[in-house]
């Protein structure tokens, strides 16, 4: 079964720039999580969407930050205007929704750099 | 919301020793308790994880344990080798969130040979 794919895997950019990172999930997996991974410490959850709806985006910075999940499956992440403190890597990961399966499949992340 | 909290951030070990990671929560509610494993330039990859309504799992060299009434559960690994070098994560999942995990702030693990 081929994994969580994101891209790019790397991203610099100057503050004030914008920036958006794709996000293809596991086929078949109904929800999809964005987590953000500021070094050194663990993953933390901006959004999750079940199918193409969103189920909780409390931890997103709507002022700056937006996603979609466009026919449920590939989502996008944007980042506009980016801050210096938005340094991390962001990480998308899936989950199946049957089966009672409670494991996460994280893909690689994108790191990205805001100078 | 919850809260978890890891320990020890570091962690160094002769390869065969074993290596205990702990963890405690705060929400009573939390039913899920996952452990990734991640290594540099990679996303968390899940190697175990436990339901509230079990005390104890083992896979091969992992176990991890629970103790509900305290709140804290932990990572066994045993026969460690230079492999399992990496950073370890534990999370927790509240029954009636999505399935969404707060996870500890890592535990950076060194097998030295």
Redesign the interface.
Known sequence: EAGVAQSPRYKIIEKRQSVAFWCNPISGHATLYWYQQILGQGPKLLIQFQNNGVVDDSQLPKDRFSAERLKGVDSTLKIQPAKLEDSAVYLCASRANTGGGYGYTFGSGTRLTVV | GEN?E?HPSTLSVQEGDSAVIKCTYSDSASN?F?W?KQEL??????II?I?SNVGEKKDQRIAVTLNKTAKHFSLHITETQPEDSAVY?C?A?IRGS?????????TQLTVLP
């Open positions: 978890v890891q899920y996952p990734y330039g990679k996303g968390p990859q899940l994880d339901r994560f999370a999942s999505a399935r969404q995990l707060t996870f500890g702030s890592g």
